[in-house]
Antibody
Framework: EVDLVESGGGLVQPGGSLRLSCAAS????????MSWVRQAPGKGLEWVAN????????YYVDSVKGRLTISRDNAKNSLYLQMDSLRAEDTAMYYC??????????????????WGRGTLVTVSS | EIVLTQSPGTLSLSPGERATLSCRAS??????LVWYQQKPGQAPRLLIY???SRATGIPDRFSGSGSETDFTLTISRLEPDDFAVYYC?????????FGQGTKVEIK
């Protein structure tokens, strides 16, 4: 069964650090781009970052650039999010998600087809 | 950054009714648009990609249409399990962005 399980969330003070992990199983992890998406309490979804299969390409939303770092270990089937200089506005449920795609004619269509259950990060003093 | 605006914010309907949800992009995203469903306490679920292609296992009462800047998710006949929040998201370049969501609630 395809599954993603996040861990590492918790309460941290402003300015602090946290490292989130996402364990993948049931599929060939090294064949997929992966994403982190977050959701502040009672709010909508916000894409955070993407990482290519070999980690040679990484993309971030502007609000986290220089503070959050996405990485992966294909040997361990794991995705990570290193979170530094945390702010109150980083408080959210963090989901890892698998990126899948299909090519139709000349267009590549990407989507998040497998999601974890999320891990909650609370930044507060 | 491409801004996606969903309307209405809340849709109050009865089971069996038709739901029409709108997503408008601030600039063209071609057909690079996805729809997700999210229920309370759960992760989002993929419904539609490429603006109109249903994901695996999604019932055919869900359909997507549109291109460029105007998109629609239609649920032909609402079932009790369909009452949830629906988000659109584009992948026409970085950053990917989501709409703010449309809540479909029981009238």
């Amino acid at each position: 069964e395809v599954d993603l399980v996040e861990s590492g969330g918790g309460l941290v003070q402003p300015g602090g650090s946290l490292r989130l992990s996402c364990a993948a199983s049931g599929f060939t992890f090294s064949s997929h781009w992966m994403s982190w998406v977050r959701q502040a309490p009672g709010k909508g979804l916000e894409w955070v970052a993407n990482i290519k299969q070999d980690a040679s390409e990484k993309y971030y939303v502007d609000s986290v650039k220089g503070r959050l770092t996405i990485s992966r270990d294909n040997a361990k089937n794991s995705l990570y999010l290193q979170m530094d200089s945390l702010r109150a506005e980083d408080t959210a449920m963090y989901y890892c998600a698998r990126v899948s795609g299909v090519v139709v004619v000349t267009a590549a269509h990407w989507y998040l087809d497998v999601w974890g259950r999320g891990t909650l990060v609370t930044v507060s003093s | 950054e491409i801004v996606l605006t969903q309307s209405p914010g809340t849709l109050s309907l009865s089971p069996g009714e038709r739901a029409t949800l709108s997503c408008r992009a601030s600039q063209s995203v071609s057909s690079y648009l996805v729809w997700y469903q999210q229920k309370p306490g759960q992760a989002p679920r993929l419904l539609i990609y490429g603006a109109s292609s249903r994901a695996t296992g999604i019932p055919d009462r869900f359909s997507g249409s549109g291109s460029e800047t105007d998109f629609t998710l239609t649920i032909s006949r609402l079932e009790p399990d369909d009452f949830a929040v629906y988000y659109c998201q584009h992948y026409a370049g970085s950053p990917w962005t989501f709409g703010q969501g449309t809540k479909v609630e029981i009238k």
